[in-house]
């Protein structure tokens, strides 16, 4: 007898399909297509995110050029719809300055501490720089997809696997909710998981950026 140690690793898309076919009662496919499924375990994926992410997000970062004298730029193309996090002016790349956000309405007070907002979805710096700066704007990363998974039989999710369950549960839950036929004890086993996730976001802790505190008078 031997004891295992090999750890779990990501399921691939298409095992997760088989267990939510299994779950649901449709082994065969008669009733559900697998881009159904997809879309299902793409809701929970997107759940799980939110969750885990609400309190600490995830981060991505682009670098914009913030032309100098220009009231505002555009962002780099594909964040345009995201939700900026933080900014960093990283023109000095062994200094990066910290750039606070403000409102919109407040952005002209800002004469001497750096800040931004933005303005018809274009970035907006105040003071306005003099030169050229490399801004680097850092936004809520989207969550990963599995619908577009270009080989189901050997792409894994991107997902904690200690929770795959959860996956399945939440995703079957969808299929049959139109019908009505989500069976009561899997809604006690899903409140379970859910609860016990919830636990685990909570937990999650992520590096913050330490906020500037001085106190500017003039």
Do not use: C
């Not at 004469?111 to 850092?138: C, E, G, H, M």
């Amino acid at each position: 007898m031997a004891v295992l140690t090999t750890r779990a690793v990501a399921a691939t898309v298409s095992a997760l399909t088989s267990r939510i076919r299994k779950i649901v009662g449709d082994r065969n496919s008669v009733r559900f297509s697998n881009a159904d499924i997809y879309e299902a375990i793409d809701s929970a994926l997107q759940w799980m995110h939110n969750e885990m992410h609400a309190a600490h997000p995830m981060t991505g970062s682009s670098d914009v050029t913030y032309t100098g004298d220009a009231t505002s730029v555009a962002l780099p193309t594909g964040i345009e719809g995201q939700q900026l996090y933080y900014l960093l002016d990283v023109t000095e790349s062994d200094s990066p300055v910290y750039i606070e956000y403000t409102e919109p309405t407040e952005l002209e007070k800002h004469a001497k501490v750096s800040a931004w907002t933005l303005v018809n979805q274009q970035l907006a710096i105040r003071p306005t720089p003099t030169d050229n700066r490399t801004i680097r704007v850092f936004y809520l990363n989207n969550y990963i997809p599995v619908k577009n998974s270009a080989t189901p039989s050997t792409d894994q999710h991107a997902y904690i696997v200690n929770f795959e369950r959860l996956i399945e549960l939440l995703a079957a839950t969808e299929l049959q909710e139109d019908d009505e036929e989500i069976p009561k004890t899997r809604l006690l086993r899903l409140q379970e998981l859910k609860e016990q996730f919830l636990i685990f976001a909570a937990a999650y802790r992520g590096p913050e950026f330490v906020r500037d505190v001085r106190t500017y008078k003039w």
